[in-house]
């Protein structure tokens, strides 16, 4: 299970060495970002005040492409 916090730095983007690129690093960094945002999205405002994020924070992360960080 993941933590989603805003400290965690779940939403940025790992900008990789070019000379150690991993063809399916961004797939995965995609489809972590499509899943913490749909779980964003889901939260209830008491829920999203545990974990330390308001209610409008966090909609509009959900509403965030995947491809954004």
């Known amino acids: ?3 989603i ?7 940025a983007a ?4 070019h000379d150690n690129v991993n063809l399916l690093d961004l797939p ?4 972590k ?9 889901n939260m209830d405002a008491h829920m999203l ?3 330390g994020w308001s209610f409008y924070d ?3 992360e959900a509403a965030k492409p ?3 960080a």
Do not use: C, H
């Not at 970002?33 to 999205?41: G, V, W």
């Open 1 to 3: 299970m993941v933590a």
């Open 5 to 11: 916090t805003k400290e965690a730095g779940a939403f």
């Open 14 to 17: 790992n900008r990789p060495r």
């Open 28 to 31: 995965r960094t995609w489809m």
């Open 33 to 41: 970002r499509y899943s913490l945002r749909q779980k964003l999205a």
């Open 49 to 51: 005040r545990d974990i």
């Open 58 to 60: 966090a909609k509009r």
């Open 66 to 68: 995947f491809w954004k």
